[in-house]
């Protein structure tokens, strides 16, 4: 029996905002996270900037022991907890000290690496000849499932405790793994998420690619240029969303807040045949996976009143809203609102799809479209095929029924999500 899905709870570790609340606050006003990056600096990279949260040690102790801090060198996992238990609780869930595990709960909590700053540690100690001092939790911090491992100690989950990993579309990916094991009856909630650690050591090899901005070191905030004539590339970014997934009836016995449902959605791959590579998006793969989605929902494409677009400020962009116009059959006037979150934070790679679906479950639930900062000026490719009016570059306050949430990643896969607000 098919069982609905419904998302109870939300937790968010955002460049430009740390908690549900900040974050709401920031996209609403179009606020950047994005900043001048020191260390990017000093290392001589192209790209100076980047889109980092800011959790100070006081912070982290609200989630972690001053034991488990020691020797503690992984920002992706920090982000992953905070994201993850504050989703937890923000669905009116406990974070108690049982005997029992909690079997009918369970994570798939999304990463590209992890612990690379432990990584590099390590390394230099085991080259030095002090493999002794790489303390206990060495495994536990650069393992890929590290971050899932942790959460699932941390709440006690009994059902699936596993980690995800498809480049940008891990996050999508992790939403609708979760959303399939609900809906199949094998679990009741499933907290869903992804993250992506922070630095030097993750963003070099983009930077090494050319495929980051330059052109923005003296003015950070307006380095992020979704769908701009002026995109010069992403910038990096990183932090955690989470995502409670619940099964309807649960929810409903529970007497908890629906932020939205999940009506359904597709994974596909390009193959890295035709046009697709493994960083160029095969188009007739990007469109069939947002068709897959829309049939797997249950819905015709005049129904999407909104889409939370990939769009990285790359050369691609163009070519996304392209694909998202032949999927839809929608163009000019009568596209939906489209907006990238990436305008503010930059582009969180494995973390972004899931911080980006946060963003979308509050736009759905508040009734509200945020803007797209920094592009003014608009890409004409962009404006030839959908109407300015599109892509709002202020706040608006409007109802919203269904909303697509896409990601697009390299090794050219494709996650697209389909999101519905929730009605009694």
Known sequence: MSRRVVITGLGVVAPNGVGLDAFTVAIKNGISGIKKDPELERLQFSCQISGKPEISTADSLNYFTELELRNFNSSGILYGVIAGMDAWQDAGLSIGIT???????????????????????????????????????????????????????????GNQVTTNSSACTTGAESILMAYERIKSGQAKR?????TSDSGPYIWGGFDAMRVCTFKHNDTPEQGSRPMSMDASGFVPGSGAGALVLEDMETALARGVRIYAEVLGGNINSGGQRGLGTMTAPNPLAVQNCIKGALKDAGIEANAIDAINGHLTATSKDSLEIANWSKALGRKGNVFPYINSL??????????????????????????????????????????????????????????LNIIAKASFGFGDVNGCLILKKYTA
């Open 190 to 194: 499933i907290l869903a998420g992804s």
């Open 342 to 399: 990436k305008s503010m934070v930059g582009h969180c790679l494995s973390a972004a799809g899931s911080i980006e679906s946060v963003a979308s479950v509050l736009q759905l639930h508040q009734g509200f479209i945020f803007p797209n900062i920094n592009c003014e000026d608009l890409h004409p490719e962009i404006s030839s095929i959908i109407h300015e009016s599109r892509i709002p570059q202020q706040l608006i306050e409007t109802e």
């Open 99 to 157: 005997d029992e595990p909690d079997w009918d709960s369970g994570t798939i909590f999304g990463t590209g690496t992890s612990g690379i700053d432990k990584f590099r540690e390590s390394i230099y100690k085991i080259d030095d000849l002090q493999t002794r001092r790489l303390g206990s939790t060495a495994v536990a911090q650069t393992m890929n499932s590290g971050v899932s491992a942790y959460i699932g100690g941390k709440l006690g989950l």
